[in-house]
């Protein structure tokens, strides 16, 4: 997978730490911002996923799509993209909602610069397989949730 100078981070989450309860499904979930940078230069779109693979279904749980972002350094524009769909059958983020007792969850945020803009909004699984060929660097960063 193509590593290089991109960069993901939040001011409101910590890398390797726990999630407020503010961006979690009971409470509220408020969309946490993000910041990019190291954008390449031949980037034509950012997309952002943040996937869940803890949790007990097949191909964990997507919580958050988001497509059609400009390949831009600094604080995400959330409004500048397409919501896409979440696997609470919605589209946009949906906060950490671990069943009781199941241990700390690992949130994985992702962000893709793209060669191609995203057509639609699919599926997490439809836009890896679909644009696998078209990511020039990917990065990410990993928080944890757990009630």
């Known amino acids: 997978m193509p590593v ?3 960069a993901l981070t939040s001011p409101d989450i910590a890398a390797g730490e726990r999630i407020d309860d503010r961006f979690a499904g009971e409470f509220g979930a408020d969309a946490p911002r993000l910041s990019v940078s190291g954008v390449p230069a031949d980037a034509v779109e950012l997309a952002i996923v943040c996937h869940d693979p803890d949790a007990p279904m097949a191909h964990g749980f997507t919580h958050w799509t988001l497509y059609g972002l400009p390949p831009l350094e600094g604080e ?3 409004e ?9 059958g919605g589209h946009g983020y949906v906060g950490p909602f671990p069943p009781y007792g199941h241990g700390d969850h690992r949130y994985y945020f992702w962000v893709y610069a793209l060669s191609r803009p995203v057509q639609g909004t699919p599926t997490r699984d439809a836009f890896l397989h679909a644009y696998e060929g078209a990511i ?4 990410r960063f990993t928080a944890t949730y757990s009630r």
């Open 4 to 6: 290089k100078d991109l």
């Open 80 to 88: 500048a993209g397409r919501p896409g769909p979440n696997d609470d």
């Open 136 to 139: 020039i660097e990917q990065a």
């Open 76 to 78: 995400i524009d959330a």
